[in-house]
């Protein structure tokens, strides 16, 4: 299916690869962050569309870190290379969030006010119906091809 706009994006040394599909500009996405002690260490800043799908590539798997805490119920995609934390990824269903400053259209993003989320009393059960409403279907995460931005 394909959707009005496209949001490609990447890790510094692009070893992590992004690209969000939506019918959605910047604007009507929007941009959150939460307090944890972890998103607000890497200031990490949100986006989905439970209407769109996000194309994920790993150049190599051995760079990327699948940082678990807290539930242990999602995957922090870092890059072992940069250090940049990418998307947060849960295989099933396959579901993600993208950290807007990997975006290259980053500076449309970070145009909107900035909306913060305590996750602290979410029981599991919450946040996995939560996730389920709101992240972004993930339609491919590949991993060993070259590039999923268009050139």
Not at 21 to 36: A, I, N
Not at 109 to 125: K, R, W, Y
Request: hydrophobic share 35%.
């Amino acid at each position: 299916m394909t959707r009005l706009y496209t949001y490609p994006g990447a890790c510094h040394c692009r070893n992590v690869e992004v690209r969000l599909e939506s019918d959605k500009t910047p604007l009507e996405l929007g941009v959150r962050t939460d307090t944890c002690s972890f998103c607000t260490k890497h200031q990490a800043l949100y986006t989905s569309d439970p209407g769109g799908q996000l194309q994920v590539a790993v150049r190599d798997a051995h760079l990327v870190e699948r940082y678990r805490f807290g539930t242990k119920t999602a995957d922090f995609l870092l890059c072992k290379v940069c250090g940049v934390l990418a998307a947060v990824h849960v295989p099933e269903p396959p579901l993600a969030v993208v950290n807007v400053n990997v975006l290259e259209e980053r500076a449309a993003f970070l145009a909107n006010p900035i909306q913060v989320a305590d996750f602290d009393n979410e029981s599991l059960q919450q946040r996995i119906s939560r996730r389920r409403q709101r992240w972004t279907p993930v339609g491919s995460f590949v991993v060993g091809q070259q590039s999923v931005t268009e050139r």
